[in-house]
Structure formats: C-alpha cells, structure tokens
C-alpha cells in the first residue's frame, strides 16, 4: 500500500500510523515518579510527604479546658477532671464533721481541767499561812487551763486546712471524696506559700464584712472559664481537681 509523497519528507519515507506496530506509550501523569518544578527531587517508587497538620498529635497547653467538658490539662498530672462544687460542698461537711468533734473534745478536756485545777483551792487548808496563795495558784492553774484550751482549738482551726492543703493537697474530707488542690502551672502540691494564700482569704472576707467567706466558697460559681476556681484559688493559682 502506497502513501502520497510528503513534500516536508525528501526521502520518501511515511511514518507508520498511529497505533502501527507498536502501542503507544502514554507519558506518565504528573508528579508519578517524578518531581514537580518547584519541588524537592525524591527517589523513585517512594510515597510523597505529606506535611504534618498543625499541632497533630500534640498535649493542648497546659491550663486548657478540653471542649469545654469538666477536664483540663495540668502539667505532671495529664488530662485530670476538675472537681465539681457537689463535690466540693460534701467534703467541706466532711471537714466541718472532723474539726467539730476534734474542737468539742478539746473543749470537754479543757474545761475539766480548768474545772479540776480550780476544786484545788477546797483543799488548800485556811487555817495555813499561804492559804491565800494556795488559792491564787490553783485559780491561775484554771485560767491557764481555760485559756490554754482556747489557743489549741484556735491553732487547730488555722493550721488544720492550711497545713493539710499546703503539704498533702488535701484535708481529710477531700481525701475521703478522692480531690486534691494543685497548683495549676506545675501540677504540685501548693507549698506554704500559695497553701496560706489560699486559706487566709476566706478569713479576710469573714473579718471584713463577716459573710465574705460564704462569698468566697461560693465564689467558683461566677467562674465563667469552666475551672470553677473561686477567689482564694485565683490568688493562690491553684485548681481542686479528682485524684
């Protein structure tokens, strides 16, 4: 079979039609096996990088509620939910539980030490010389008793959340409900420092218009960050979370 001649081809020679003899091969799509303009060169065969999302696979900030739902990221501690005010109020009863019987104890004892001391003077004998200073020893001995009675409730009332939060996290009725108090940017204990902080507020709001420290334990709840920290927490920078 003849052709016509080609006036661009002078030695006469057709191409084979497309499709004669051989398949065509199609070129190969863009980017298999070969690299883009613009582009790093990669080896052939290989699967192309996708770059990483944008925090993919990291912790949220520290101090960062997670959707809003009652957990939040502290750092040592992980993802920890926050403690609700249930929660909260049941072991403030707890703790009032536990200091009322140990202040009602001290008291009993007290008084009837003062009470013993003070019956010494019946036995001081008034035909005696030093009568009158027997009787004004075993009065002094009741007063000291008395007053003594008061400085050990006093005491125990200051330094029984104080101290517990300050080196254990927790007083006897968070522990019984499975709370602790932390400090929020470490995760740790409070310490002394932010412990006191955030026991003596309470006092302060009592003293300065005498329902202040309702105000303050209820303060959690105009909250609005969802961490429920009161008054004393913000300024202690501390959060009562579940163990």
């Given at each position: 079979m003849s052709y016509p001649p080609d006036p661009n081809n002078p030695y006469g020679q057709q191409p084979p039609p497309p499709g004669y003899g051989y398949?065509?091969?199609a070129p190969p799509p863009p980017g298999y096996g070969y690299p883009q303009q613009g582009q790093p060169q990669q080896p052939y065969g290989y699967p192309q990088q996708v770059p990483p999302q944008a925090n993919y696979g990291y912790p949220p900030a520290p101090g960062t509620l997670?959707?809003?739902n009652g957990y939040i990221n502290v750092p040592n501690l992980g993802t920890v939910q926050v403690a609700t005010m249930g929660m909260r109020?049941?072991?403030?009863?707890?703790?009032a539980l536990v200091t009322g019987v140990v202040i009602t104890i001290a008291m009993f004892a007290g008084l009837a030490g003062a009470v013993g001391l003070a019956n010494k003077a019946d036995k001081?004998?008034?035909?005696s010389s030093n009568y009158d200073s027997c009787v004004a020893d075993a009065s002094n001995s009741a007063v000291a008793a008395f007053f003594i009675m008061f400085a050990v409730i006093i005491a125990f009332?200051?330094?029984?959340?104080?101290?517990?939060?300050s080196l254990a996290g927790a007083t006897v009725g968070k522990m019984a409900l499975g709370l602790r108090?932390?400090?929020?940017?470490?995760?740790?204990?409070?310490?002394?420092g932010a412990g006191f902080v955030r026991f003596v507020i309470p006092w302060v709001g009592y003293l300065v218009c005498f329902i202040g420290m309702l105000l303050v334990w209820v303060s959690p709840f105009f909250d609005n960050s969802g961490k429920l920290q009161g008054w004393h927490d913000r300024a202690a920078g501390t959060l009562v979370v579940k163990r």
């Open positions: 398949p065509q091969q997670q959707a809003n109020f049941l072991a403030r009863l707890l703790d001081c004998d008034y035909t009332s200051l330094l029984y959340e104080w101290l517990l939060i108090v932390v400090r929020e940017n470490t995760g740790q204990h409070p310490g002394l």
